[in-house]
C-alpha cells in the first residue's frame, strides 16, 4: 500500500535525479504514484546514453548535460546486477566461498569452494564497466553524489523460479543458486562498491532496514520478480532519497 509522503516534498519545484539501471524502475514508479518530482535517467530507457570509447563506456553528451545542470545531490542506482550476474543462477562448475564477514553461513555440499578472494577478484571484474560510468557520474555532480545499495536477496527459490528471465544467464544451469550463496554475493558486491564509493567521497546509501529479514533477506511484502524489489521497496527508497535531499 502507497503512503503519504510530506507535503514539503510534493511542493518541490526541483525534481529528484536518480541515474543508473534496471532499479531505477521502483523509485520512478513510487514518485509517479505519489506525484513526487523525480527525474528517471534509466539506462534501459535510453538508446545512446552510453557509448563505448575505446572499449570504456562513456556517457552521451545530453547526459552530460543534465547532471551538470542539476544543482542538487544526485542518486546513483548505477549497475547493482553484478552479483546476480556470477550467482543468480548454478554455475556449470558449481563453488562457493566462505565470505569473512559472516564466516559461518551455511556452504553448498554440492559445490567446490573456491578462495574469497578469487570469487572477489571476479566480481569485482564485472563491476568495472559500472564503476566507471559512477566516476563519470561523480565528476559531473555539482552536488552531493549519492549512490544506492541493491536491494537484497529474496530467499525462496520456489517463488523466483515462476520470474526468472533464464535467457538473460546464458550458459548457467537452470537452476537458482542456494539463498546462502546468493547473500553472500550479494553482500561481497555491496562490500566493493561501498569501499569504491568511501574511496571517492560518494556517500553510500544501505538498502532501506525494514525491507531486510532477520536473517538478511528481503521481506516477503518488497518482493518484485527474483531480480528487482517492487514499487513498494521503491518508495522507502524514495523516502531515504527526500532526507537526503
Known sequence: MMSTLPHALMDMQQPILCIGHSHVVSVAQAAAALGIPFKALNFWEMPGAIALENGVPRLSLQVEQQLREHPGPVFSMVGGAAHGVLGMLVHPRRFDFVLPAEPLLPLDPAAEVLPALAVRRV?????????????????????QMCHIESPPPYADAGRMHADMPWGMYPGMCHEISPAAFRYKLWRLHSQIIGEWCSEAGVLFVPCPPETIDESGFMREPYYGDGAHANVAYGELVLEQMRRLV
Open 123 to 143: 566480481l569485482e571484474s564485472l563491476t568495472v564497466e559500472y564503476l566507471a560510468l559512477m566516476s563519470q557520474v561523480h565528476r559531473l555532480c555539482a552536488g
